[in-house]
């Protein structure tokens, strides 16, 4: 006599994290204990945000940003993964992306210590003579870092699709065999639903103002996240800045793209290099992409799309 599976019931859980939401869709069998499940998924995310968050004084991260120069500190394991990362995407984007843009976001009315004022139009940041991949010393054996330069470190551009693949653990750890995470626009999935077919993500239309789907994109085991000029900027004056900066240079980014989506096997490769593709413009982005073997979708301000997952 064979014994069937268990069916699968399609279950939901969110909860607040990082000035947002984060939200699961999953199937599961009832042997899986469910309270367990969403606390371990909160207790992942809140994690990240106690060690990465600007908006948090005594996160490790500001504790870092704190520090004197040429003082070890030490760090929580998952912050030093970000941290790798993000040093390692800094080098292949060329600058592109870059986490010591702290003071520049800042300067212009974004973050924790925005400092901008409605009228009157900031400068340029000038870079500082080191690098951020020079002035960041890591020692992942010990667990420490240590600056060489002042620097204000802002990972807004890649801890969110680390919380997610955060959670991804979780499931993975509960045996979850088909889920759907994420955070904002940041999402990955696992398995396919329960008739079989992919989980289903909107890919937005970059407008301001507007929730607008203009397409969509199936995901099956992959992460897919999106970065743009379209959700979050200040008017100042006649003009429009949006949040993300341009590290070359020291200013807000102005380029022909409106948005980049990214796919990857990871969330957090997926966020951090919607970010760099998106500062480097709607030539260089792509080129990059297609030297990396990576899926994206470019969006061009007057509409136009380029590439394809």
Not at 45 to 58: C, E, L
Not at 80 to 100: C, K, P, T
Not at 186 to 215: I, L, N, Q, S
């Amino acid at each position: 006599m064979s014994i069937e599976p268990p069916a699968l019931e399609r279950r939901t859980l969110n909860g607040p994290t990082m000035g947002t939401r984060y939200s699961a869709v999953f199937f599961v069998s009832n042997d899986v204990d469910q309270e367990k499940l969403a606390a371990a998924l909160f207790e992942a995310v809140d994690r990240v945000d106690h060690q990465m968050s600007t908006w948090k004084p005594d996160s490790d991260l500001n504790r870092l940003n704190r520090a004197a120069t040429d003082i070890w500190v030490p760090i929580p394991a998952e912050l030093m993964s970000v941290l790798q990362a993000s040093l390692r995407i800094g080098r292949q984007s060329q600058g592109a992306f870059d986490i010591g843009i702290g003071d520049l976001v800042c300067a212009w009315g974004f973050g924790a210590r925005a400092a901008a004022s409605d009228s009157v139009l900031p400068g340029p940041v000038v870079p500082q003579r080191m690098t951020t991949t020079e002035a960041l010393e890591l020692d992942p054996s010990l667990r420490r870092a240590r600056k060489h330069a002042p620097l204000a470190l802002d990972l807004s551009g890649i801890a969110k699709g680390y919380a997610v693949d955060e959670m991804a653990r979780v499931m993975r750890r509960f045996a979850v065999p088909a889920w759907l995470v994420g955070i904002d626009g940041e999402m990955r999935a696992a398995g396919v639903k329960r008739d079989g077919t992919p989980w289903v993500v909107a890919h937005e239309r970059p407008v301001r103002g507007a929730r607008e789907a203009m397409g969509v994109i199936e995901l099956e085991d992959r992460a897919v996240a999106t970065s743009g000029n379209y959700r979050r900027f200040r008017d100042i004056g006649t003009r429009t800045i949006s949040h993300t900066m341009d590290p070359r240079i020291g200013l807000p980014l102005e380029n022909g793209l409106a948005s980049v989506t990214v796919l990857a096997a990871t969330c957090m490769e997926a966020d951090a290099w919607a970010s760099a593709y998106l500062v480097m413009g709607e030539v260089a982005g792509p080129w990059l992409a297609q030297v990396m073997d990576m899926d994206a979708i470019f969006v061009l301000a007057n509409g136009t799309v380029l590439g394809r997952p």
